[in-house]
């Protein structure tokens, strides 16, 4: 595979770069830590005009047509910039919707959710369980003209503004997807405390919330398997940039932080330890952009590149904001400092969609089918 971005694909990374920097920079950022919003709706705007809501989605609903490798650089310079917003949740229903949603369904939705006028949030993760299938307990059964859900989900993104709400239950003992409007009758969300200040997260109760039979997409478990595969490289992508942030801010201290004499940058130990790290960024992007084209491409060894890199990543990104924590010494964990948000992200992030035991876990299991290779 070439790991080159094309033409296209370059000026997407600067572009989305540019106006993250110029209109959410870190200033902004700590200012939207205490806000209930979540997300800055003038950004949120701009990002609809450079077409990031509907990026993966085909041109004859208003979107861009484009792959996952596009959506994870977006997602990479969301997560360098600790930007908010649901662009990955939004992203994630919409790639739902286009391979397992009736045409009448993504004609109601698609438009909507490229436009940017409304986005979208997946409830897939539950109290006190796994963050895989095996996790799922919420129930949806069917109820004459009508299916009904019950259960809690947590750690459901942007969840208070959304539009719409993906939502994974158990529809006669299967995992099934089912697409539920917020503000329905039954549909409870409560936004949730969380080490993460850069972004907004929810616990969602569903309580009878009747949905028609018509929103009940067409895929089970292998198709929730596939976008949680795809929901964890976007998070990769997002850790990616945390940890270059982190790496960068690192080797700014170093190289002004002066003991005995001379700047700590050049002491032998410290330049290992920004060596380590820097080896950990690569080995992300790597990985991460393996699972992302093995994706677009269909191949044999997608959801076992979709596993290497979460567990990979998973742990490279705790390692490395200890050892940018370490260098910064009790400064870095210090409100007025920077990096004690990348901190927070980078934590959130080595959790989100599964941490590495389960991404490890299942990398075995997938490695013990017939024919499989390592």
Request: charged share 25%; glycine share 10%.
């Amino acid at each position: 595979m070439n790991f080159e971005l094309s033409e296209e694909q370059g000026m997407l990374r600067e572009a989305s770069r540019d106006l993250l920097s110029d209109r959410a920079p870190i200033g902004h950022v700590r200012a939207w830590t205490d806000r209930d919003e979540d997300v800055d709706p003038e950004v949120w705007r701009l990002m609809a005009e450079l077409g990031w809501p509907g990026l993966g989605l085909p041109e004859g609903y208003g979107g861009a047509d484009q792959g996952l490798v596009e959506l994870a650089l977006v997602a990479e310079e969301i997560g360098r910039a600790l930007g908010r917003g649901p662009f990955t949740p939004t992203a994630l229903v919409g790639r739902a919707l286009r391979a397992t949603g009736s045409s009448g369904l993504r004609a109601e939705v698609l438009p909507e959710l490229a436009s940017g006028s409304g986005w979208a949030a997946w409830a897939f993760a539950e109290p006190r369980a796994p963050w895989s299938l095996d996790g799922v307990h919420a129930t949806a059964r069917t109820d004459g003209d009508a299916i009904v859900l019950d259960g809690v989900k947590t750690a459901v993104q942007d969840a208070g503004g959304a539009r719409w709400l993906l939502v994974t239950a158990l529809h006669d003992g299967v995992p099934a997807s089912f697409l539920a409007d917020r503000t329905a009758p039954g549909v409870r969300v409560r936004r949730q405390r969380v080490l993460d200040l850069t972004r907004s997260f929810y616990e969602v109760r569903f309580e009878g919330v009747r949905v028609s039979h018509e929103r009940r997409l067409a895929g089970g478990p292998d198709e929730i398997q596939r976008l949680l595969d795809e929901a964890s490289v976007l998070r990769c992508a997002d850790a990616l940039g945390v940890m270059e942030r982190m790496l960068e801010l690192t080797v700014e201290h170093t190289r002004s932080r002066a003991q005995f004499g001379r700047p700590i940058g050049t002491f032998q130990a410290v330049k290992h330890a920004c060596a380590d790290m820097a080896l950990l960024v690569h080995g992300t992007r790597a990985a991460t952009g393996y699972a992302a084209m093995a994706a677009d491409a269909e191949a044999d060894d997608t959801e076992r590149a979709a596993c290497s890199a979460a567990s990979y990543v998973a742990s490279a990104t705790g390692e490395v904001a200890a050892r940018a924590l370490q260098l910064h010494g009790g400064i870095g964990f210090t409100w007025e400092h920077d990096l004690h948000l990348h901190l927070r992200r980078a934590r959130a992030d080595s959790v989100l969609y599964g941490d590495a035991g389960v991404h490890r876990d299942r990398l075995c299991t997938l490695l013990r089918r017939p024919g499989a290779s390592a």
